[in-house]
Antibody, heavy 126, light 112 residues
Framework: EVQLVQSGAEVKEPGESLRISCKAS????????IGWVRQTPRKGLEWMGI????????RYSPSFQGQVTISADKSISTAYLQWSSLKASDTAMYYC???????????????????WGQGTLVTVSS | QSALTQPASVSGSPGQSITISCTGT?????????VSWYQQYPGKAPKVMIY???NRPSGVSNRFSGSKSGNTASLTISGLQAEDEADYYC????????????FGGGTKLTVL
């Protein structure tokens, strides 16, 4: 059974750094893409980026390029999302999700988020 | 403003069928067959209900079906049940010069 277990809720002040995690199990972590999705009441669901832990190939949404860093440690089957300097506007629920069907080198490929973590609520406030 | 347009709310009585629309453009929904639909209960993570326009993942009830016509995709739920009351989001992923995922703003389904 595929499981994604995310780290707990965080309360931070503007300007602080943060890294949240997503531990995967039940599938081949190094052979499938995993992504991060942000959810806010105002903007709804937004994809932030995806990573292929096998070779650390990372793709970012233009909206989040330069704002966050996505990484993965394949030795412990864990993906990360990190900020170097948080803003109040980063307050949101963050989900990791697998894209097991995604094949970026194929001419055609499904690309849906099939298994999701439980979410990590990040609150940034002074 | 979301990239994909969904009605804010729909409602139906138990046993009825409802359809939720998701309108994009000729550059996304109209071109690609990669529309997916997600169900989300309050305080829970989304769950995929339909992928690639009309495919159901294993374990999803066959009361859920998807279709697409032109730039608009649709999710139909037949034999509405109380447990279907949730938020529903459509999504499409495009693979032109870069990969890109877009979501709809979500539709609140109320079972009367």
């Amino acid at each position: 059974e595929v499981q994604l277990v995310q780290s707990g809720a965080e309360v931070k002040e503007p300007g602080e750094s943060l890294r949240i995690s997503c531990k995967a199990s039940g599938y081949s972590f190094t052979s499938d893409w995993i992504g991060w999705v942000r959810q806010t009441p105002r903007k709804g669901l937004e994809w932030m980026g995806i990573i292929y832990p096998g070779d650390s190939d990372t793709r970012y949404s233009p909206s989040f390029q330069g704002q966050v860093t996505i990484s993965a440690d394949k030795s412990i089957s864990t993906a990360y999302l990190q900020w170097s300097s948080l803003k109040a506007s980063d307050t949101a629920m963050y989900y990791c999700a697998t894209l097991i069907a995604l094949c970026t080198t194929c001419s055609e490929s499904s690309g849906f988020f099939d298994h999701w973590g439980q979410g990590t609520l990040v609150t940034v406030s002074s | 403003q979301s990239a994909l347009t969904q009605p804010a709310s729909v409602s139906g009585s138990p046993g009825q069928s409802i359809t939720i629309s998701c309108t994009g453009t000729s550059s996304d929904v109209g071109t690609y067959k990669y529309v997916s639909w997600y169900q989300q209960y309050p305080g829970k993570a989304p769950k995929v209900m339909i992928y690639d326009v009309s495919n159901r993942p294993s374990g999803v009830s066959n009361r859920f079906s998807g279709s697409k016509s032109g730039n608009t995709a649709s999710l139909t739920i037949s034999g509405l049940q109380a447990e279907d009351e949730a938020d529903y989001y459509c999504s499409t992923y495009t693979r032109s010069s870069t990969l890109n995922w877009m979501f709809g703003g979500g539709t609140k389904l109320t079972v009367l």
